[in-house]
């Protein structure tokens, strides 16, 4: 019991890792000379731009931004929320309050991500300006890792509802 409670733990922690650094990193649209991110622009890893009001279709980004600082900030209420059940829960109950948190911070990751996913273009044509040499890019690291946190959340969130409290 003590090495799947271990697991568990670690798991979490990954999960929440990986979400902090998917919404800090500069990385969600990369390429040679640029990467783009859901906080700003950098050219030439020097002429950087922070998004603001100023940029067409900044809701969307702030839609983005929102979700994944909502995600992070309920995978760590998750994580506080569990270890307070695993010593206040009877023997046998399940760790139900601990699951629903972690799976709305993972509809959160998902949301986030799917928005990116979709208006991605979109945000990039209407600021030709500031996108103008980002044409020719990816989608970066930080971009993957939020759907591989999102995959960890959901995983998380199905073991802590399967989990019950033993001895």
Same mark, same amino acid.
């Given at each position: 019991?003590?090495?799947?409670?271990?697991?568990?733990?670690?798991?979490?922690?990954?999960?929440?890792?990986?979400?902090?650094?998917?919404?800090?990193?500069?990385?969600?649209?990369?390429?040679?000379?640029?990467f783009a991110d859901i906080w700003r622009?950098?050219?030439?890893?020097?002429?950087?731009?922070?998004?603001?009001?100023?940029?067409?279709?900044?809701?969307?980004?702030?839609?983005?931004?929102?979700?994944?600082?909502?995600?992070? #900030?309920?995978?760590?209420?998750?994580?506080?929320?569990?270890?307070?059940?695993?010593?206040?829960?009877?023997?046998?109950?399940?760790?139900?309050?601990?699951?629903?948190?972690?799976?709305?911070a993972c509809l959160c990751v998902m949301?986030?991500?799917?928005?990116?996913?979709?208006?991605?273009?979109? #945000?990039?044509?209407?600021?030709?300006?500031?996108?103008?040499?980002?044409?020719?890019?990816?989608?970066?690291?930080?971009?993957?890792?939020?759907?591989?946190?999102?995959?960890?959340?959901?995983?998380?969130?199905?073991?802590?509802?399967?989990?019950?409290?033993?001895?």
């Amino acid at each position: 019991m003590l090495v799947l409670l271990a697991f568990i733990i670690i798991f979490h922690i990954t999960s929440a890792a990986l979400l902090f650094v998917a919404t800090i990193d500069n990385a969600w649209w990369v390429g040679e000379e640029f990467f783009a991110d859901i906080w700003r622009v950098c050219v030439n890893n020097t002429n950087c731009t922070e998004l603001n009001d100023s940029v067409q279709e900044f809701s969307t980004v702030q839609a983005v931004q929102a979700t994944m600082i909502l995600s992070t #900030i309920l995978c760590c209420i998750a994580f506080l929320i569990f270890v307070l059940q695993l010593f206040r829960l009877k023997q046998g109950e399940r760790f139900v309050l601990t699951s629903i948190i972690q799976l709305m911070a993972c509809l959160c990751v998902m949301i986030a991500a799917s928005i990116y996913t979709d208006r991605r273009k979109d #945000i990039h044509d209407r600021n030709h300006d500031l996108y103008a040499q980002t044409s020719g890019g990816s989608f970066g690291y930080s971009f993957i890792l939020a759907w591989v946190a999102f995959a960890f959340t959901f995983i998380s969130g199905l073991m802590y509802l399967i989990l019950r409290k033993r001895k």
